[in-house]
């Protein structure tokens, strides 16, 4: 079956470290996302790429990075610049140009700052 | 630019009782429009979808109008259950695919 994988679900980082939330898709979708959620909150654009070695930042992307260098995967770090990463992480991917499909999304990473 | 206003959660409600979740928009040209649907714990999935005016979206008992006039996408349900409890989310896209905009989520809550 086709569908975007995110791993880890569960991911404990400490103050000062990077870490890197993995997403992998196999429909063949040239578009993919990522987005933070935090409680009780809607979902903010962190980034996005439309293609390989291409990606744009959203709404929020200061102390995250991201590379599209495969067209099936779009890793995400959440580096030491970011001030409060607790939050969940969602990643999705779409076929671009055809925005009446909206999107597929992951089952997300939940990431907590120990 | 473009925007979408969800009604403000949370909504509580009896089993079997009727469902309506506010959603209006605001697009240039012909958007498509969308719900989501996020459990606890889980990534959101795709509740419906309208992709024209007047279109009406189906799936699982709920249903949305695409409403041009009132740039509106109203979701609604005859009659709840408990396992309906979630997060639901109203988004649009531009005809040129591009980003989906989300509404803020609006919570239900349904109890026995």
């Known amino acids: 079956d086709g569908g975007i994988t995110q791993s880890p679900k569960y991911l404990f980082r400490k103050e000062g470290q990077n870490v890197t939330l993995s997403c992998e898709q196999n429909?063949?979708?040239?578009?993919m996302y990522w987005y933070r959620q935090d409680p009780g909150q809607g979902l903010r654009l962190i980034y996005y790429s439309q293609i390989v070695n291409d990606f744009q930042k959203g709404d929020i992307a200061e102390g995250y990075s991201v590379s599209r260098e495969k067209k099936e995967s779009f890793p995400l770090t959440v580096t030491s610049a970011q001030k409060n990463p607790t939050a969940f992480y969602l990643c999705a991917s779409s076929i671009q140009g055809q925005g009446w499909g909206g999107y597929t999304f992951g089952s997300g990473t939940r990431l907590t700052v120990v | 630019g473009n925007s979408v206003t969800q009604m403000e959660g949370p909504v509580t409600l009896s089993e079997e009782a009727f469902l309506t979740i506010n959603c209006t928009y605001t697009a240039t040209g012909y958007p498509s429009l969308f719900w989501y649907v996020q459990y606890p714990g889980e990534g959101l999935q795709l509740l419906l979808k309208a992709t024209k005016a007047d279109d009406k979206g189906s799936n699982k008992g709920f249903e949305a109008t695409y409403r041009k006039e009132t740039t509106s996408f109203h979701l609604e349900k005859g009659s709840v259950q408990v396992s309906d409890s979630a997060v639901y989310f109203c988004?649009?896209?531009?005809?040129?695919?591009?980003?989906?905009?989300f509404g803020q989520g609006t919570e239900l809550s349904v109890k026995p």
């Open positions: 429909l063949n979708h040239d578009a």
């Open positions: 988004a649009l896209s531009d005809q040129r695919g591009g980003k989906l905009i």
